[in-house]
């Protein structure tokens, strides 16, 4: 009898694809971080300010986890923009010092890419150790769903 076949299979499938799906927002947001990081810097700086500052609970299957949204915008070339990225990577474990540290009305300096002024961050200073973490895990998750779906296929 094929591993295929076999109840404790689709059980693990069945499992690991919803474990994989709940991943989804993480791989999405983890390959916008990577895409951010290999083709832009952010090399130009302009004042900017804080329009809005909030704490977001999220809840799922597996409990719920604060997370931030901050909204900010700026003028390069005297042209207004506005974005919500603050660091570039995805750890927010310190979602209360963040929310401290970018207050609304706050004057903030925001790093955009030379080559596309819309695309900005308020802390560059992320994209160190964690950046190498997220490509690591979107990786993995990729080769993991392609294992799966290459075993399933047989």
């Known amino acids: 009898m094929s591993m295929l076949g076999s109840k404790s299979f689709n059980f693990f499938v069945i ?3 919803s474990v994989f799906l709940s991943m989804t927002e993480f791989y999405t947001k983890s390959l916008t971080v990577i895409y951010r990081l290999v083709f832009y810097d952010f090399d130009g700086v302009a004042g900017g300010v804080i ?6 609970q999220k809840c799922g299957g597996y409990g719920c986890s604060d997370t931030y949204n901050i909204v900010y915008e700026y003028k390069v070339l005297g042209k207004a923009y506005r974005s919500s990225y603050v660091r570039n990577d995805l750890m927010s474990n310190d979602v209360n010092d963040i929310l401290n540290k970018y207050t609304v009305n706050k004057k903030v300096d925001v790093y955009y890419s030379l080559k596309d002024h819309s695309v900005s961050v308020l802390d560059p200073s992320g994209v160190g150790g964690a950046a190498f973490l997220q490509v690591f895990y979107v990786l993995i998750a990729t080769g993991f769903g392609y294992s799966i779906l290459k075993e ?3």
């Open 152 to 154: 399933y296929r047989k």
């Open 15 to 17: 499992i690991i694809f």
């Open 51 to 56: 329009v809005s500052s909030e704490n977001i």
